[in-house]
């Protein structure tokens, strides 16, 4: 049974650094699947942060600027975790943020697993 | 903005269907076939419900369905039951690489 579980700390101050991690069981992380972190502010909807594959090759989302310049996602395949680094924190990245597990065919297809969110609150 | 659009509420009766539009571009739901649909129940993760335009995980009840016709993809619940009240998402690749999400609908079974 795949299973992805995500940690870090809860609570960021402005202008920090956001790091979370996600450490996935079940499945090597050097395989066939692509590796996704989305978040989810308080009331809305979903987004897509960015994507990583095992090689260490990175997809993010180019439609935030200057959100891409902030984001860097990265793969420890040894430990068989992905991770997250989100700079320059202010209130509007308060949301709760998920990774999962994404297929690649033709296109990034879905994603089929995945953890059970952390809330991160960014406040002084 | 959400990059792909839906409505933001649908409601249907116990044993009805509704169906639940997600509009895009040529540049992701038109020109993919990488459409995919999540229920999310408050305070739960995203769930996959339709991946690929119109198949269903294993698991995943055949009431839902899904299809794409041009640029919009759409979900269908037959036989509509309480708990499928949640928030339904919809979600494309788009061209530059990248995945767009709809803005979510939420579904209510008065």
């Known amino acids: 049974q795949v299973q992805l579980q995500e940690s870090g700390p809860g609570l960021v101050k402005p202008s920090e650094t956001l790091s979370l991690t996600c450490a996935v069981s079940?499945?090597?992380?050097?395989?066939?699947?692509?590796w996704g972190w989305i978040r989810q502010p308080p009331g809305k909807g979903l987004e897509w942060l960015g994507t990583v594959y095992h090689s260490g090759s990175t997809y993010y989302n180019p439609s935030l600027p200057p959100l891409n310049s902030r984001v860097t996602i990265s793969v420890d395949t040894s430990k068989n975790q992905f991770s997250l680094k989100l700079s320059s924190v202010t209130a509007a990245d308060t949301a709760v943020y998920y990774c999962?597990?994404?297929?690649?065919?033709?296109?990034?297809?879905?994603?089929?697993?995945w953890g059970q969110g952390t809330l991160v609150t960014v406040s002084s | 903005q959400s990059a792909l659009t839906q409505p933001a509420s649908v409601s249907g009766s116990p044993g009805q269907s509704i169906t639940i539009s997600c509009t895009g571009t040529s540049s992701d739901v038109g020109g993919y076939n990488s459409v995919s649909w999540y229920q999310q129940h408050p305070g739960k993760a995203p769930k996959l419900v339709i991946y690929d335009v119109n198949s269903r995980p294993s698991g995943v009840s055949n009431r839902f369905s899904g299809s794409k016709s041009g640029n919009t993809a759409s979900l269908t619940i037959s036989g509509l039951q309480a708990e499928d009240e949640a928030d339904y998402y919809c979600?494309?690749?788009?061209?530059?690489?990248?995945?767009?999400f709809g803005g979510g609908t939420k579904l209510t079974v008065v």
């Open positions: 979600s494309s690749h788009r061209r530059d690489l990248a995945v767009v």
């Open positions: 079940g499945y090597s992380i050097s395989s066939a699947y692509y």
């Open positions: 999962a597990r994404s297929l690649y065919s033709g296109g990034f297809s879905y994603f089929d697993y």
